[in-house]
């Protein structure tokens, strides 16, 4: 078993977002769903293929905070599962305060019993 290498602990939840692939020819907005988040990351499931690597921008609402969050990650794993495809991302643009927000809710959604931790 591999050693954890997380700073940041995360939850399981599922909350629609989209993303676009930075640098591509044509920037898309695409629809996914987050599958788990921290405060350093997150990973999520879409219908399309990309490779490892990519940078990708996200948009999501999540729960305790009406106003949209945008922030940039970097692709580190996939891997098909079924008939979509999940994605684990690391954050490379994101601010300390949403960065301690989002460690905030994701300790709040630990502890409320019969979430995903």
């Known amino acids: 078993m591999s050693e954890e290498k997380r700073q940041f602990h995360r939850v399981g939840l599922k909350v629609p977002m989209k993303y676009l692939l930075i640098g591509e020819f044509r920037e898309i907005w695409r629809p996914a769903t987050i599958l ?3 405060a350093g990351g997150l990973r999520f ?15 999501t609402t999540l729960p305790l905070r009406p106003e949209p ?5 970097e692709v580190l794993w996939e891997r098909r599962v079924g008939g979509v495809y999940e994605y684990g991302v690391v954050f490379v643009e994101v601010t300390v305060d949403q960065q301690s927000e989002i460690d905030q809710l994701v300790q709040f959604l630990r502890q409320t019993p019969g979430s995903k931790k």
Not at 45 to 59: K, L, P, Q, T
Not at 69 to 73: C, L, N, S
């Open 36 to 38: 788990d988040l921290g």
């Open 45 to 59: 499931e879409s219908e399309h293929c990309f490779e490892s690597g990519s940078r990708v921008m996200f948009s």
């Open 69 to 73: 969050y945008e922030f940039v990650g």
